[in-house]
């Protein structure tokens, strides 16, 4: 009798100890899984934060743009020497840059704000105010958090268009072409300091290299957007040769590239 219950209580005890190990296992398994659901869940939160970020760069260089177009179609888009459209056709030469800061409300596209870049990244006297100041908060657009660089390259000159060409009513009519760039970043969420992203921003899209500022930035670790569109400028003037006073500027968009 005493080995009956000897035997009974021994197989109680491996009852128990089969019953842990079984317990145990299955919180082994359990915390492997809540890791593995922990770790997709992070990585669904950073591929939809990037995708957030994303788009809110891509507005910022769509709004760039549309602010450039409404204010090219305005009233307020004088044809004066220091008018921008004018200053773009009549003052800049091929591949030279007109750089804006686009600031939360105010801007206006005055030359006088603007750095008027040359062809070997060097900038004429008095047109050096329009790069971007990090340290300003002016500068950054409605959100508060972004900053967004536009320049204007002009990349094909004023030119008269061929008597076949000529609309009917215009005296005269001329084309030029001009790139725009819009370059939108998060200076908080990015890796380099001001001072870097300053660097980049004066970088420049030397000779026609329209992703050389985008290209800086993103090798750098910012977290940038950069988008290209191209306008083709039809210009109504009753000089001859294209030069001179102009008395009606037409714009319309073209080709669109994202870098």
Not at 111 to 132: E, I, L, R, S
Not at 186 to 209: D, E, G, Y
Request: charged share 10%; hydrophobic share 40%.
């Amino acid at each position: 009798m005493a080995k009956f219950q000897h035997y009974q209580l021994r197989t109680a005890h491996q009852q128990t100890g089969a019953t842990l190990v079984v317990v145990l296992l299955l919180l082994v398994v359990l915390a492997a899984i809540s890791v593995m659901v922990v770790k997709q869940s992070n990585s669904s939160l950073k591929i939809a934060a990037a995708v957030q970020v994303d788009n809110v760069l891509f507005h910022a260089n769509d709004k760039a743009f549309l602010r450039f177009e409404n204010h090219a179609k305005s009233a307020s888009a004088s044809y004066s020497s220091s008018s921008l459209l004018n200053y773009l056709v009549n003052n800049m030469k091929l591949g030279e840059s007109l750089i804006f800061c686009v600031d939360s409300a105010q801007l206006s596209f005055d030359v006088n704000n603007a750095t008027h870049q040359t062809v070997d990244g060097g900038f004429y006297a008095g047109k050096d105010n329009g790069y971007c100041n990090l340290h300003n908060p002016n500068d950054y657009n409605s959100l508060g958090k972004v900053i967004t660089q536009l320049s204007f390259v002009l990349s094909q000159p004023l030119t008269k268009l061929n008597n076949s060409e000529q609309p009917k009513n215009l005296p005269t009519a001329c084309m030029a072409n001009v790139t725009g760039i819009a370059t939108s970043l998060v200076p908080a969420m990015s890796s380099i300091n001001q001072t870097q992203i300053l660097q980049c921003f004066r970088h420049a899209n030397v000779n026609m290299h329209i992703d050389k500022v985008a290209s800086c930035l993103k090798n750098a670790g910012a977290v940038v957007s950069t988008h290209r569109q191209d306008y083709q400028l039809l210009v109504s003037t009753s000089q001859p040769n294209c030069l001179g006073a102009i008395d009606n500027i037409f714009i319309n968009p073209t080709s669109w590239v994202e870098y």
